[in-house]
């Protein structure tokens, strides 16, 4: 289970509340869990364009070609099938101009469209527990990088594939025309016929992808938390199939998708019953309901705090003995100073102490992160050894624990390292900063959790030192004379998506590249050339 301590302590209060209200009252139910239409419908857009694409450019390339191939055909047969080489031929030249024409990222896609599911996802899960539980429960979610990391990958190979069937098809069907003596218009009439046929399969793609992701994302979330039952539940239309109308209303398993509870045991589904779980088999619209029932009872201020990875040598606290350490004051509370960067290295030393470096202990209220999460030992080792520097080598007194911009936590590595696990697993964290950096979605050299640390120096000293000097400066011009594609190439897919996130990521792989790119170092060299000017 998952949930934040913050969280927890909200649940019992909660707990106390209905029980003294109402105690025989069963737990309403969960709302319905709305399917993400808009973003089946963005995806479908996106890949139905690319297949426009591919249309006009077989119509530029191999349509105006087959009068010829055909008349080739005629004269050489029965002697030879020399048109059976150019038709290879053209089919290639059509396979690069296609690629010509398309300059999209596949990558940047299909992360985009998984983080939006994701996004979707999260929203109606939060309304569910909001809605049984009566709270608003922040999560810890170390898997969710590598789910969408997978998705992405899947679905890029999913989009080559469009082409590649489609080109096979249109060559196989185009030789048989040809052999048989068909006129090139009814050729050309089959291709284009094919095209439909290859948008059709471009939809289904996009729903059928969006739809498993978020039936995965549904399991996965409800699991973090210890549920570990759900109800089937149908969209409740003619559309759905008899294989899930069956299921509708039955008590099922996360841990066993071949079963459902009759009322007095678990027995094994209908031969005719689907055997999956909603959302994962093909186009499916169910959504499981969440059965909080167990996991409501089972939450108690004295058992085991619910916490991911801990370290080694880090002893588990009950939640209880937590929230007591937690109201001293020897920690970032309201009360003490925002520590100068000397304290930093003091502070590790005395949480190990404490033996609070597991967790999700450090809570929002104390200053440490956003939404409720802690951090890591060597998480907080790595910032205190990076603000030594900064202040050493650039004369820079920010406090990334607790800097507060014009939006709240903005330079509280929460928009970094805390989203993707370096709370609690420094190890796996960096994993997947690696993987990030392999694809281009954070600069070169911007694979591990230092790198994560300056990118967030970045915003820091953007927002401190350089927010007010920008206008006219040479930083901003450079920046507004670069295209997204160039920015996306030559720094990285994230550097795109705005001017704050440009710097950061430049300055990043300026502070972690022994031998930056020259975007990277000509941000680098203009920030500190600012940094110099005040």
């Known amino acids: 289970m998952a949930f934040d301590p913050n969280s927890i302590v909200r649940l019992e209060k909660r ?14 139910r969960a709302p319905r869990w709305l399917q993400p239409m808009s973003i ?17 450019a ?38 690069l101009g296609i690629d010509r024409r398309i300059t999209k990222n596949w990558q940047t896609v299909t992360l985009d469209i998984g983080q939006k599911t994701s996004k979707w996802n999260s929203g109606q899960w939060q309304k569910s527990i909001k809605s049984v539980m009566g709270i608003n429960a922040a999560q810890y979610e170390p898997w969710l990088q590598d789910q969408l990391l997978s998705f992405g990958k899947e679905n890029v190979g999913l989009i080559k594939s469009i082409k590649d069937k489609s080109l096979s098809t249109i060559e196989s069907n185009a030789q048989r025309a040809i052999r048989s003596g068909l006129r090139h ?5 089959q291709i284009e016929d094919e095209f439909n046929t290859t948008k059709a399969r471009a939809r289904l793609i996009a729903r059928d ?8 994302l549904t399991q996965l979330r409800q699991n973090d938390i210890g549920i570990k039952e759900y109800i089937w539940r149908t969209s409740g239309d003619e559309r759905v199939r008899a294989s899930h109308a069956i299921m509708d209303g039955k008590r099922c398993r996360w841990d066993d998708p071949t079963v459902y509870f009759d009322g007095k045991a678990w027995v094994p589904r209908p ?22 029932d167990k996991l409501y009872e089972d939450i108690d201020l004295g058992r085991e705090a619910p916490v991911g990875p801990v370290e080694k040598d880090v002893e588990k606290l009950p939640v209880g003995t937590m929230l007591r350490a937690l109201s001293t004051d020897f920690l970032f509370t309201s009360k003490v100073a925002t520590p100068d960067i000397k304290d930093h290295v003091d502070f590790v030393a005395l949480v190990k102490k404490r033996k609070l470096a597991n967790s999700s202990y450090l809570s929002d209220t104390h200053g440490m992160s956003k939404g409720g999460r802690g951090c890591n030992i060597k998480t907080l080792q790595v910032v205190a050894e990076r603000a030594t520097w900064y202040k050493e080598n650039l004369n820079v007194n920010v406090n990334v624990f607790q800097y507060t911009g014009v939006k709240g936590h903005y330079a509280s590595l929460g ?23 392999s694809m281009g979605y954070h600069p070169v050299k911007c694979g591990t959790i230092k790198s994560v640390v300056d990118h967030e120096y970045g915003h820091a000293i953007y927002d401190k030192y350089l927010k007010g000097k920008m206008k006219g400066s040479e930083l901003s011009l450079y920046y507004q004379g670069l295209s997204a594609r160039e920015i996306s190439k030559g720094l990285s897919i994230y550097g795109k998506t705005n001017f704050n996130e440009f710097i950061a990521e430049g300055w990043s792989e300026f502070t972690n590249n022994p031998d930056p790119r020259p975007m990277a170092k000509n941000i680098g060299k203009l920030v500190i050339k600012m940094i110099g000017a005040i």
């Open 15 to 28: 707990k106390q509340l209905v029980k003294a209200a109402k105690p025989k009252k069963r737990l309403r």
């Open 40 to 56: 089946e419908r963005e995806y479908q857009n996106i890949l139905v364009q690319y297949v426009n694409e591919m249309l006009l």
């Open 58 to 95: 077989a119509r530029e390339i191999l349509l105006p070609a087959l009068p010829g191939l055909v008349n080739e055909a005629d004269q050489s047969r029965p002697k030879t099938d020399s048109y059976a080489d150019n038709l290879e031929q053209m089919m290639q030249a059509l396979s």
């Open 185 to 189: 218009e009814a050729i050309a009439q």
């Open 209 to 216: 992808q969006v739809s498993k992701l978020n039936g995965q």
């Open 271 to 292: 031969s005719s019953a689907v055997q999956e779980h909603p959302g994962q088999d093909y186009q499916c619209r169910c959504w499981a309901e969440p059965v909080f």
């Open 415 to 437: 928009q970094g390292v805390f989203n993707i696990g370096a709370i609690r697993n420094f190890e796996k964290s960096s994993k997947s900063l690696s993987a990030n950096e």
